[in-house]
């Protein structure tokens, strides 16, 4: 604010200096005053008595005079002190609107900072910690062990990851939130059983990782191990379902096997998957050979997805012939991988691979568009009268669109649903056989028919046999090789083949090889015979010979 007068400086204010000032200036005037006035009125007057009346009449004068005077002088100095009253006042004013402006903008920034502190740790957390379970994740991993081998103690640091086998299906089947809710429920297990000084990590996904540190590591020595696969032989109540699951363990240790904590960390993945090709629940120590599989793996699933794009598949053709009549009855499609490199390879070195990957669901589509196409060629040529057979993995089976693919294909092609068959393996059904029942149902309605492949292999339940939507049993060839040897085999084979007939299946006995073989399966009037004696697996042209 500006001021229009001069404001005095309060702290050149003296008030006795102020005073004696005034005073000062009232006893000079007064005393000049009263001397020169005196002297003047006895000089033009010489009578008491006129005198007398002046002096009465100066002495009004007099303090008229004074009295302005000390009027104006206080009143300067008080106007004086008002206007730095009224700064002074203003100021203060000023002040305290600035005073309550800088409370709320202390609070604001006190809010700000709150809210930045949040923010902050709101990172931090999910920098350094899994959502789902918050637990430390992968970041601080890499931390913890940096700050481990900085302190460069003597003891080695160990660290183990583990992953959950096929924790994918539970995932698929009973839906993210039951996968979740048994990450969880496995976390808790897992602190329990954890010593003290042991670091736990949620890598993200179904891993995890366990990272302490000892004196001297002997493999033998796995307690700890031990306890944590024990955790999964009990089942985890989940939503009222009682599950199983299981996990494979690699362990890889500081310095000895790992210059660095990348490599400590990549050392016990390599380690984890030499696990899981082991089995369920189990565990592998690093070793360095295990980076050869590893490569090769890798390699493989690289020139499968290339095999995809390049269009490296063909299918074969394997009759299955009418035992009766001598005629073929079905075509069953057997994929080969024709690799430029290498020649042929059989489905057995891939299949399992591609299923693992999920790269079947790929592969699966190809071949059942494929043989759809090759059988309307045939159709188209006039060779009608047999169907088609596919073999079907339970992932495809799996596949949310494995369906109205199949719909799709079939009408596309106008294949006819009663010449299309679709193979399944028993052990395979059995994974998931709630869903699959359903599954295959909704195909049998469509006119499809369902064979059960490899039957004897897997659990081979007579029960079962009753209660799945199929039409055919191929009974694998196992069993008819050893029938001719051993007279306990071929007894079982007969009351197999006795009881399908009862509950009214088809059977094909798959893998004959020998007349003996062939002779055998005429006795037991199976209906169908599938064997390199009959016909060897062939590519469309040559099978064509038998189609004519
Ligand atoms: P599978 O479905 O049981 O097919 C029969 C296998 O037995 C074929 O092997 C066939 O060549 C072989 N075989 C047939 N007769 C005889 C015989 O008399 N003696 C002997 N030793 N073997 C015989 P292949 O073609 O190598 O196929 C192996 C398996 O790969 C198949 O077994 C099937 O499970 C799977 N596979 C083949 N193609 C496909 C496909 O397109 N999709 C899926 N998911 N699996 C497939
Ligand atoms: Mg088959
Ligand atoms: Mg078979």
Request: glycine share 4%.
């Amino acid at each position: 604010m500006d001021f229009k007068y001069d404001v005095p400086d309060p702290s050149k204010i003296s008030p006795e200096y102020d005073s004696w000032k005034i005073a000062l200036g009232y006893l000079l005037i007064a005393g000049f005053w009263i001397m020169v006035s005196d002297q003047l009125v006895i000089f033009i007057f010489n009578d008491i008595d006129s005198i007398s009346i002046v002096q009465t009449y100066k002495g009004i004068f007099f303090v008229s005079v004074t009295s302005y005077l000390l009027f104006y002088t206080l009143r300067e100095r008080i106007k004086s002190y008002k206007l730095l009253a009224m700064k002074l006042y203003d100021n203060y004013s000023e002040l305290e609107s600035t005073y309550e402006e800088l409370l709320a903008s202390e609070e604001e920034l006190e809010d700000k900072i709150d809210e930045l502190n949040r923010g902050k740790e709101k990172i931090y957390q999910q920098a350094y910690f899994a959502e789902l379970t918050g637990l430390p994740n992968k970041n601080m991993l890499h931390e913890k062990i940096e700050e481990m081998i900085k302190a460069d103690s003597s003891s080695k640091i160990i660290y183990i990851m583990l992953d959950l086998d096929e924790f994918k299906k539970i995932n698929d089947f009973h839906g993210h939130e039951f996968g979740d809710q048994l990450l969880i429920k496995l976390k808790e297990k897992l602190i329990k059983i954890l010593p003290k000084d042991c670091h736990f990590f949620h890598l993200g996904g179904d891993e995890f990782g366990i990272l302490y540190e000892e004196d001297q590591v002997i493999e033998s020595n796995i307690e700890l191990i031990n306890n944590i696969l024990d955790i999964f032989k009990d089942s985890i109540n989940i939503q009222g379902h009682y599950i199983y699951s299981s996990a494979s363990l690699g362990i890889s240790y500081y310095p000895d096997q790992a210059n660095d904590g990348a490599e400590l960390i990549k050392n016990s993945e390599i380690a984890m998957y030499n696990a899981k090709e082991k089995g369920k629940n189990s565990y592998k120590f690093y070793e360095k050979t295990m980076e050869k599989k590893i490569k090769d793996y890798l390699q493989l699933e690289k020139d499968l997805k290339q095999a995809i794009i390049n269009d490296e598949f063909e299918l074969f053709y394997q009759p299955l012939f009418d035992v009766e009549k001598g005629s073929v009855i079905t075509l069953e499609a057997l994929i080969r991988w024709n690799k430029p490199d290498q020649g042929y390879i059989s489905p057995i070195d891939f299949i399992p691979f591609a299923e693992e990957t999920g790269l079947i669901t790929e592969i699966g589509r190809w071949v059942l568009q494929e043989a759809c196409r090759q059988k309307k060629e045939w159709r188209e040529k006039g060779y009608n009268d047999f169907s088609i057979s596919i073999n079907i993995s339970a992932k495809e089976l799996d596949d949310a669109n494995f369906y109205e693919h199949l719909v799709e294909q079939t009408e596309n092609k106008d294949m006819d649903c009663n010449n299309l068959e679709l193979e399944i393996t028993e052990s395979d059904v059995m994974e998931n056989l709630d869903k699959n029942i359903k599954m295959l149902d909704k195909l049998r309605k469509m006119g499809i028919k369902v064979s059960l492949d490899d039957f004897g292999t897997g659990y081979s339940s007579l029960n079962y046999l009753r209660k799945m939507p199929i039409d055919n049993i191929k009974i694998d060839r196992s069993f008819i090789d050893n029938i001719m040897a051993n007279q306990k085999e071929m007894n079982i084979l007969s009351s197999i083949i006795d009881l399908s007939k009862v509950i009214g299946l088809n059977i094909t006995v798959e893998g004959i090889e020998n007349e003996d073989q062939l002779q055998f399966v005429k006795d037991k009037d199976c209906d169908r015979a599938q064997g390199y004696l009959l016909a060897r697996p062939a590519p469309a042209e040559e099978i064509e010979n038998y189609l004519k």
